[in-house]
Every structure is written in C-alpha cells, then in structure tokens.
C-alpha cells in the first residue's frame, strides 16, 4: 500500500502517481463524516437572470424572492443559494464545476434548449461511466447534469 505522501519522482513514470487508484491508499472512515453535500452557494451579480436560468432547469425558489439579496432554489434534496454581488467580486479565472446528478439527462437537456439556455455541449456517455452535458449559468458558474450509466 503506497502513502498518499509519496513522491512519484522516484519511480522512472512520472505520472506513476497521478495514475494511481484510490483502493492503493488506506481511507479510514471516522464517525462524524460528510455524507453529501446539500447546497452550494453561487455569487451572482444579476439575480433575476440567474433565477430564471435556475427555474428553467427545474428549480423553485424556497427561501427569498427577486428583491432579496440572498434566494434558495431548490430540486428534490438539491439546494441552490445565489447571493448577490457586485460585478467586480465575481471570480474571473476558473475555479472547477458543480456536478448535479438527475433522472434524466436527456429531458433536462431538451428541457434547457426549450427554455432557450444553451449548454455547451450535447449529452454525450463519458468513459468514466456516466452520461452529462455541460453549461454555464448566467455568472459564469460551470455546471454538469449527470446520471451515472448502468451496465
């Protein structure tokens, strides 16, 4: 079993590490861990325009309405906070992307063209087992709607 501190520079493949899988290093589960995530919280500097986007996917606004500085959307155990900023406090560099997993790819994806949203790409089955298409919301926030594929 490798320690998750070691060092691939010793090895003559570089990426020997990086390749390495997850059942190679010793996870100990302790009591009092996450079980999932619940919320994500995005900064917007266009509130109305982003819960509109939000509500074309399927969300529904559970806390606050247009004039609140702070709104929660919610879809089935998923919730969404937008918070409002000034422009100039949005993120301009990639930061990652908020995976949302759904029943099913497809319709949601027919669904965001019928709301006229455009994701970047068309669902499509990755290699890593799961079917997705990529968007980005109305500040920028990389977002992906996945279902994992079933043998």
Not at 64 to 72: N, V
Not at 74 to 95: H, M, Q, Y
Request: net charge negative.
């Amino acid at each position: 079993m490798k320690d998750a501190t070691e060092s691939s520079i010793n090895n003559d493949d570089d990426c020997n590490f990086a390749r390495a899988s997850a059942s190679e290093f010793a996870v100990t589960e302790l009591s009092g861990h996450v079980e999932r995530i619940d919320a994500i919280t995005f900064a917007t500097a266009d509130m109305s325009t982003s819960v509109r986007f939000y509500e074309a996917l399927g969300f529904v606004v559970s806390f606050g309405d247009l004039s609140s500085s702070f709104i929660t959307l919610k879809s089935g155990n998923c919730f969404i906070n937008l918070w409002e900023v000034d422009p100039s406090a949005l993120s301009t560099r990639w930061w990652g992307r908020t995976i949302f997993h759904v029943d099913d790819v497809d319709l949601l994806y027919q669904r965001a063209l019928d709301a006229g949203l455009s994701p970047s790409d068309e669902p499509k089955d990755a290699p890593w087992g799961e079917r997705f298409f990529p968007i980005q919301d109305p500040s920028g926030h990389d977002l992906s709607f996945a279902k994992k594929l079933t043998n």
